[in-house]
């Protein structure tokens, strides 16, 4: 019997070189007041000063809130809500990375809706009401949430990053604009880009993927492996930055519909606990799970290994899978990502730390969509195998 599938996107794309130059129009056709939420960054480097222009030249009355950090708090929730409330805004507009855009989601479905945004983990009851519409202007090429279902915000009172996965995220409207990403320097080029390269790959294996979501993360593994070199030595390079950014976008179609794994399931308790940054603990952990899961997904990881590495054609599954994963090992080096044990993370924290971490990986549900389902045991091990793990090695993961 044939399944029925179902892809769900913002109502309007709008991607390319200044792109951005729309926003004044877009928002005009969405509502009468803007609340712009977003980041310092942004803020200091003039982005958030040239969509005020914009706003003007349309006669769009605003207002700010540009308190965001670098992983989105149930705070910024709470603090932007108030801006949007007292002002009285009716459209939304976020520009910066995935925690401004993460943020700005929330803000738009509480608005309307009752309660606080931890009501909605995990589904635990739908948004009964549509959001504010959002405008969502990524700034990094990375997280893909300006065309995703999702968003993820730590409550500070657990340290737990809660996830949300409902239609009502989705922004009304997405502009993608490269130039806006020539900004990033590059170590935030680099964990941006093995976020959205963790997104493509994860949807590719993961065991919701359909047959568009597999189009769309294949494209985008093969788009980003082929230019995030690039754009991290040569931030400069718009061919490689334009080539990135749809990229992104791509990956975050695909896994919005698909879903994210065990490198997600695993990677949000470590930026909830130690404060690292989204793309940085993806990172950390991308080649070892996929070491942790290369039996079980071998078919698909070689498919990917032919379509980035001509000389994998021929190679048998096994040949094809390993490949790949020294292929994203080098591309860690290459980007010079650090384990946790070099970022900082002390031993003795991360000890204590490490059973809780299991346990919110699993309560997050992304790991049952691995093709090898992990235990908790299971989790520990692959924590600390990650803890000090060594892009240079050859040898594969025995648990």
Same mark, same amino acid.
């Given at each position: 019997?044939s399944?029925?599938y179902?892809l769900?996107?913002?109502?309007?794309?709008?991607y390319?070189?200044?792109?951005?130059?729309?926003?004044?129009?877009? !928002?005009?056709?969405?509502?009468n007041?803007?609340?712009?939420?977003?980041? $310092? %960054?942004?803020?200091?480097? *003039?982005?958030? #000063?040239?969509?005020?222009?914009?706003?003007?030249?349309?006669a769009l009355?605003?207002?700010?809130?540009?308190?965001?950090?670098?992983?989105?708090?149930?705070?910024?929730?709470?603090?932007a809500l108030?801006?949007?409330?007292?002002?009285?805004?009716?459209?939304?507009i976020?520009?910066?990375?995935?925690?401004?855009?993460?943020?700005?989601?929330?803000?738009?479905?509480?608005?309307?809706?009752?309660g606080?945004?931890?009501?909605y983990?995990g589904?635990?009851k739908?948004?009964?009401?549509?959001p504010?519409?959002?405008?969502?202007v990524?700034?990094?090429?990375?997280?893909?949430?300006?065309?995703?279902?999702?968003?993820?915000?730590?409550d500070?009172?657990?340290d737990?990053?809660?996830?949300?996965?409902?239609?009502?995220?989705?922004?009304a409207? !997405?502009?993608v604009d490269?130039l806006?990403?020539?900004?990033?320097?590059? $170590? %935030?080029t680099?964990?941006? *880009?093995i976020? #959205?390269?963790?997104?493509?790959?994860e949807?590719?294996?993961?065991?919701?993927?359909h047959?568009?979501?597999?189009?769309?993360?294949?494209s985008?593994i093969?788009?980003?492996?082929?230019n995030?070199r690039q754009?991290?030595?040569?931030?400069n390079?718009?061919?490689?930055?334009?080539?990135?950014?749809?990229?992104?976008?791509?990956?975050?179609a695909?896994?919005?519909?698909?879903?994210v794994?065990?490198?997600?399931?695993?990677?949000?308790p470590?930026?909830?606990?130690?404060?690292?940054?989204?793309?940085?603990s993806?990172?950390?952990?991308?080649?070892?799970?996929?070491?942790?899961?290369?039996?079980?997904?071998k078919?698909r990881?070689?498919?990917?290994?032919?379509?980035?590495?001509p000389?994998?054609?021929?190679?048998?599954?096994?040949?094809a !899978?390993?490949?790949?994963?020294?292929e994203?090992?080098q591309?860690?080096?290459?980007?010079?990502?650090?384990?946790m044990?070099?970022?900082?993370?002390?031993?003795?924290?991360?000890?204590k730390a490490?059973?809780k971490?299991?346990?919110?990986a699993?309560a997050?549900?992304?790991?049952?969509?691995?093709?090898?389902?992990?235990?908790?045991?299971?989790?520990?091990?692959?924590y600390?195998?990650?803890?000090?793990?060594?892009?240079?090695?050859?040898?594969?993961?025995?648990?």
């Amino acid at each position: 019997m044939s399944q029925v599938y179902q892809l769900l996107m913002p109502n309007r794309i709008l991607y390319g070189r200044g792109a951005f130059n729309e926003i004044g129009n877009q !928002a005009r056709l969405l509502g009468n007041k803007v609340l712009i939420i977003s980041d $310092p %960054v942004m803020e200091k480097l *003039g982005n958030v #000063a040239c969509c005020e222009d914009h706003l003007r030249k349309k006669a769009l009355p605003f207002a700010k809130y540009t308190g965001v950090d670098t992983e989105p708090t149930d705070i910024h929730v709470k603090e932007a809500l108030e801006v949007c409330r007292q002002e009285q805004c009716d459209v939304i507009i976020a520009i910066g990375g995935g925690s401004s855009i993460d943020t700005a989601k929330a803000v738009a479905v509480m608005m309307v809706n009752e309660g606080t945004i931890s009501d909605y983990v995990g589904n635990a009851k739908p948004f009964a009401n549509k959001p504010l519409p959002l405008i969502a202007v990524p700034t990094t090429a990375g997280t893909g949430s300006e065309i995703t279902k999702v968003t993820v915000i730590i409550d500070t009172k657990t340290d737990v990053k809660m996830m949300i996965s409902q239609p009502e995220l989705l922004p009304a409207v !997405a502009i993608v604009d490269p130039l806006l990403t020539v900004s990033c320097p590059p $170590p %935030v080029t680099a964990a941006t *880009g093995i976020d #959205a390269l963790c997104h493509a790959i994860e949807a590719y294996i993961s065991r919701r993927a359909h047959p568009v979501t597999d189009v769309l993360a294949l494209s985008a593994i093969e788009a980003i492996m082929g230019n995030l070199r690039q754009a991290y030595e040569n931030g400069n390079d718009i061919a490689a930055r334009e080539k990135m950014a749809i990229g992104a976008m791509v990956a975050g179609a695909a896994f919005s519909n698909a879903s994210v794994t065990l490198v997600h399931g695993m990677s949000r308790p470590i930026g909830a606990l130690f404060h690292v940054p989204h793309g940085v603990s993806n990172a950390m952990l991308l080649p070892g799970v996929l070491e942790f899961t290369k039996e079980s997904a071998k078919e698909r990881l070689a498919a990917i290994a032919r379509l980035i590495k001509p000389e994998a054609k021929n190679a048998s599954d096994e040949e094809a !899978a390993d490949a790949l994963i020294l292929e994203v090992k080098q591309l860690c080096r290459d980007l010079h990502i650090p384990n946790m044990k070099t970022w900082g993370i002390e031993k003795e924290q991360f000890d204590k730390a490490v059973d809780k971490m299991a346990a919110d990986a699993l309560a997050s549900g992304s790991p049952e969509n691995n093709p090898r389902v992990p235990t908790h045991e299971e989790i520990v091990q692959l924590y600390h195998f990650c803890y000090d793990y060594d892009f240079r090695s050859t040898h594969s993961i025995s648990i």
